[in-house]
């Protein structure tokens, strides 16, 4: 659509707040603890840069390779399923196939109990799976683009907080100026996460935050 970004256009919100907080916590994690290594000594600040940068390069790699598995994955259920009603003898196996399946998440959010209008949504389910194509186990163009607007965001989100260590001289200082506005990015995240959670938005960039911070020093205690 018109005005959405590449990440907008190849991932869901769920997704992208997922990857802008992993990619927050991880440059984070680093940040509050390499300074500790790093010392003040000359070249330190470039040391930490090339660092905090290289960390999510690596970690936006691996979590693309991680999305496009995760989505062949989907696709193998989901043809496995297919496959299966396919295969029942009659409709009531194919209830009991959909039922095992889809019921659980499908009729949590159902405004009714009556158990014949459940068989009758699962019925029609049936009908269109009997002549749907089982889906492709091939990793697919847009798993590739969905990889790499995953690359960008978890790039893009460590940048600012990178921004200082170009321009202050005192490793220390910049260290610090780093983790503030990484905070504050996690913040901000939450304030924008709160659009799709009807969740109050001041309450939703604290809890963000909080909650960023909380997996940082769970990553620290346990040597991430």
């Given at each position: 659509m018109a005005g959405e970004t590449f990440a907008q256009r190849h991932l869901d919100p769920g997704d992208r707040?997922?990857?802008?907080?992993?990619?927050?916590?991880?440059?984070?994690?680093?940040?509050?603890?390499?300074?500790?290594?790093?010392?003040?000594?000359k070249g330190a600040e470039r040391i930490l840069l090339l660092a905090a940068i290289g960390c999510n390069v690596a970690w936006g790699i691996i979590d693309g390779v991680l999305y496009v598995l995760d989505n062949i994955s989907e696709r193998s259920q989901k043809a496995r399923l297919a496959k299966a009603v396919q295969a029942a003898p009659d409709d009531s196996a194919a209830l009991e196939l959909l039922r095992g399946h889809l019921g659980a998440g499908l009729l949590s959010v159902a405004p009714t109990d009556d158990r014949a209008a459940q068989d009758r949504l699962f019925l029609s389910l049936r009908r269109y799976l009997e002549v749907a194509t089982v889906p492709s186990m091939r990793v697919r163009r847009d798993d590739l683009l969905g990889?790499?607007?995953?690359?960008?965001?978890e790039l893009v989100c460590c940048l600012p907080g990178a921004v200082p260590f170009l321009?202050?001289?005192?490793?220390?200082?910049?260290?610090?100026?780093?983790?503030?506005?990484?905070?504050?990015?996690?913040?901000?995240?939450?304030?924008?996460?709160?659009?799709?959670?009807?969740?109050?938005?001041?309450?939703?960039?604290?809890?963000?935050?909080?909650?960023?911070?909380?997996?940082?020093?769970?990553?620290?205690?346990?040597?991430?």
């Open positions: 707040i997922a990857e802008i907080l992993c990619g927050l916590v991880m440059v984070l994690t680093f940040t509050l603890t390499a300074g500790l290594e790093v010392g003040s000594g990889a790499v607007a995953i690359f960008w965001l321009f202050i001289k005192d490793p220390v200082w910049a260290l610090d100026v780093s983790n503030a506005i990484l905070i504050t990015l996690l913040f901000v995240a939450g304030f924008i996460w709160a659009r799709y959670t009807e969740t109050p938005r001041l309450r939703a960039g604290f809890v963000m935050a909080g909650l960023g911070l909380a997996l940082v020093g769970v990553a620290t205690l346990l040597g991430g």
